[in-house]
Structure formats: C-alpha cells, structure tokens
C-alpha cells in the first residue's frame, strides 16, 4: 500500500515566503516588510529592558514543571486587567473564564473549537481582509466563514457604512472576529465614536464579537486607549470573547541566531465574559479541556516573564514606557515615509501612511509594483501590498520612498 502518495505539498503561507525569499537574497540594501516583528532603528530585534530584568529574576527558578494554578490565575487576573481596565467590575464579579493559550494561533483556534461545540452549525464573520491565518484556524475548526466589508481601497480608510449595513444584514446571533485595535493587515480602525455605533448594533443584533487583541498599545501608544474598543462593548452589555497577546508589545519572539523566523514563547490569554461567576466557571473548565487535548498546556518560561512584569509596579511602569517608545518609533517613521514621497513630487496621495495606525501600511500598491520593489530594489512585503512599518528605520526610509516613487510613477 503506498500510504502518502495522494498527499501534495500545501500551498505556501504566503507571509513565510516572503521571508525565504528576504532570507536568500545578498543584496546589502535589502529591506524586509513582510513579518510584523517588531525592529528598532537599526533594524535588529528588541528585548525589552523590562523583559531583561523580569528575566534575570526567573533565572534559576524552578520553571520545567508547569505553573501552580495559582500564578496562571494571576496572569490571567493581570492580563484581563489591561483590556477591561483594572477597576473592572467583570473582574471583582469573577465574570470572566480566561486561560493561557498557545500563541495567538492557539488562543483564536481554541475559541473556534469552543465556538463549533456549543454552537454547532454556526459562522463566523471576517473582515475583509484579515490576517491570513485567522481563515486557516476557523475552517481548520469546521466553522464557516463569511466575511463583511471593512477597507476601501479608494480612501485606503474604513468603508464605515458597508460596514454596518453588513453588520445590519447578519442573522440576528452571528459570531464576528474584530480586531480591536491596529487591524492587520490594513492599518485602519473604528474611530471611538463609531466603534459606539458598532456596539450598539451588536446589542440590538445580539450578534457575539470575538475580538482579537494581538497588538495592544501598537496603536496609539497608550494600553488602555487601545483598548478603548473592548470597553465600549462591554459598557453596553455586550459579552464579548478577548484574545490578548504579549507577543508584540512584550517583544516576547523567541529570535534563533541567523534565522528570522520567530516563535513565540508564551504570550495569549483568551478571556469569555459571562453572566456570572458560576457560568465564568463552566466555560474555563471546558476551554481548559479543549486545551487539554489539543496540547495540554502551554510553555511556562514565558508566563512567568509577563507575570513578573505585571505584578510588580516599576517593571509594569517600565514596560508602558517601552511599548510607547516601540508605537513613537513607527509612528515617527509614518510621517517620514509620507513626507520623503511627498518630497519626490510623487503625484499620489499618501495620507494613509500617517492616517493608518499599528504595525502595518496597507499601502495600495498593487502585486505587480511589490513584485518590481523585490526583483528590482530588493524590497519584500506580501502580495496585499502590506508593508510592516517596523522595518522601516531612519537609514533606509529614504531609499524605501524613491522604490516606491520609482514603481509608482
Ligand atoms: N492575530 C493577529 C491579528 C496577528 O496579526 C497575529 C500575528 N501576526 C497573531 C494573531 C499572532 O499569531 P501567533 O502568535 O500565533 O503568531
């Protein structure tokens, strides 16, 4: 019997692409704008100094058997905290079921598994467009996909009113999956005042919003404005899923030497607000169990890293500065970029780079400029015309903005 021979080769993922063909050219001015890790001005990963020293004080510690369930209840207790604020009453009621999870993959994958079982047959809406993964983790959880509008490519901003009509037009108790804040890959959010209208339509709806938090403090630099979102759903009495990372904003990538690929060593929490502390209970005790079989539990290096930061107030004060300094250098490198291609006369309006927020520009560009960026100035950034701003640095802006005049023109 010839067990494999009907398996082919699965199609590419195409973010990891992009990094192979970064990785094999020797162009000396070669600039990576694909991954969405983030760089400092010389463009070499960061560990957070905050990071440095939560690490120096785990050192030696006891940490290859798993975490007491006291400490992961105080990472979740402390993590919860950023995204509904600390005087929450969901937290002093106990209304929330969080666990750790694995990555953000895990933690989305482990809500679209809790999702299939308790609400068999139903969908889940998307933007469009989303992260590439968040299609491979709900049709890998048999959930059905649908998606509603969100970008317009004119404005390269939010369609606002396509939005909401297809918010509208849902069956009444439709899941969505949201990005609260730095939406990837297009850069655009919500303004507070329509995230308002948005939640008071989920109300009205009773539609469940799943938000996926992957890059808070990216935004604005400031954590709790990023997390301004979630809150406005949770004032008007949405329940909401929450999927949270510290894999950006703690810089928590586990780098291997001469390899761009990362892994993450830690770093989701996936919080369910619920009714009451009794159903809180329930619905982590059948996470857990969902975990329990798809990998049991998650590393422990890396909770107790984000809990030593979190539970001490001058590390925590610390890393607030530091995720500032990460959102300042990226923003700072929006506005140069817009104004190096303003400067070159180029004819096309380039608003969005300064008016979109987060990691990414969705820039516009369409496959055929990325793909004479790469093959003529050896820049690299996904098909979309998704760049990652954290590649950007002050020594390369320039050359960036004459390539991208250049295949503009
Ligand atoms: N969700 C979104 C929207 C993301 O952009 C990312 C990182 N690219 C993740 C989740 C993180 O996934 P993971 O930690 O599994 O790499």
């Not at 192979?20 to 010389?42: C, H, M, Q, W």
């Not at 507070?192 to 808070?216: C, G, T």
């Not at 996904?382 to 295949?407: F, K, P, Q, W």
């Amino acid at each position: 019997l010839k067990w494999w021979d009907h398996v082919a080769p699965a199609p590419k993922d195409p973010i990891t692409s992009v990094t192979e063909a970064f990785l094999a050219d020797t162009s000396p001015t070669k600039i990576n704008l694909g991954v969405g890790a983030y760089r400092d001005d010389e463009g070499k990963p960061v560990v957070l100094q905050c990071v440095r020293e939560a690490e120096a004080r785990i050192a030696g510690c006891d940490f290859l058997e798993s975490v007491s369930s006291a400490v992961s209840s105080k990472l979740v207790e402390e993590s919860v905290k950023l995204v509904y604020g600390k005087n929450s009453d969901i937290i002093k009621e106990g209304r929330f079921a969080g666990v750790q999870a694995l990555s953000g993959t895990g933690a989305c994958r482990l809500f679209a598994e809790f999702q299939r079982r308790f609400y068999p047959g139903s969908q889940i809406f998307m933007t469009d467009p989303t992260w590439s993964n968040h299609h491979n983790i709900w049709r890998d959880a048999f959930v059905p996909e649908r998606t509603f509008q969100y970008y317009h490519p004119d404005s390269k901003g939010l369609n606002f009113p396509a939005l909401m009509d297809d918010v509208k037009n849902a069956p009444d108790g439709s899941f969505f999956l949201l990005h609260p804040c730095a939406h990837n890959p297009t850069g655009v959010d919500p303004t507070e005042e329509q995230w308002r209208e948005i939640s008071y339509l989920f109300k009205v709806k009773n539609h469940f919003p799943f938000f996926d938090m992957a890059y808070q403090g990216f935004a604005s630099g400031d954590l709790d404005r990023d997390a301004q979102s979630i809150r406005i759903f949770v004032e008007d009495g949405n329940l909401i899923g929450c999927a949270q990372s510290f894999a950006k904003n703690m810089g928590l990538y586990g780098h291997r030497v001469g390899c761009l690929k990362y892994v993450h060593i830690l770093d989701y929490i996936l919080s369910v607000l619920c009714n009451d502390a009794k159903q809180a209970a329930a619905i982590k005790s059948q996470l857990q169990q969902i975990a329990r079989a798809m990998y049991s539990s998650p590393p422990v290096h890396g909770i107790l890293l984000v809990s030593g930061i979190l539970s001490d107030p001058n590390m925590k004060a610390l890393w607030v500065e530091e995720v500032k300094v990460m959102a300042n250098r990226i923003q700072s490198l929006r506005t140069t970029l817009r104004k190096s291609l303003e400067q070159l006369s180029s004819s096309l309006n380039w608003e969005h780079i300064t008016n979109q927020v987060g990691m990414f520009c969705f820039s516009g560009l369409t496959p055929e400029q990325v793909d004479r960026l790469q093959r003529g100035f050896h820049i690299y950034m996904t098909l979309d015309g998704r760049m990652s701003m954290a590649g950007v640095t002050t020594g390369n802006v320039s050359y960036l903005a004459n390539a991208i005049h250049e295949v503009t023109k």
